[in-house]
């Protein structure tokens, strides 16, 4: 029985592993397109309005950047507060061994 739960929670620890490593790569890649994107468009503000407004265009390219950087932020603080408990299973199942062997222990106590 013990090795059972054993392989249940190798086996759980290896999807969280490459879980984990996919999200990885994909928020690198995801961020730096994104900041390439970002980067770009803010240049294409800047330079549309270089001749009559520049400082204000790079004023709003700023304080767009900032605040999408906040709000991304903030997700991704909410997204770490509420993650999910690992090796969910394998707590579950070992609950379970217990629950059955403290009444097998009672029933045979009596």
Known sequence: MLST?????????????ERLTKRLALVAGGGLLLAFGALFA????????W???????IAGVALAHLAVGL???AKAN??????????AATIDE???????LER???????
């Open 5 to 17: 739960r054993a392989e249940l929670a190798s086996v759980e620890f290896s999807e969280e592993r």
């Open 42 to 49: 803010g240049a294409f503000v800047i330079v549309l309005f």
């Open 51 to 57: 001749d009559t407004h520049r400082l204000g265009a």
């Open 71 to 73: 709000i991304l932020l």
């Open 78 to 87: 909410a997204i770490g507060t509420r993650r999910s408990v690992a090796f």
């Open 94 to 100: 070992l609950r379970k061994d217990k629950e059955l």
């Open 104 to 110: 097998a222990l009672d029933a045979g106590e009596d």
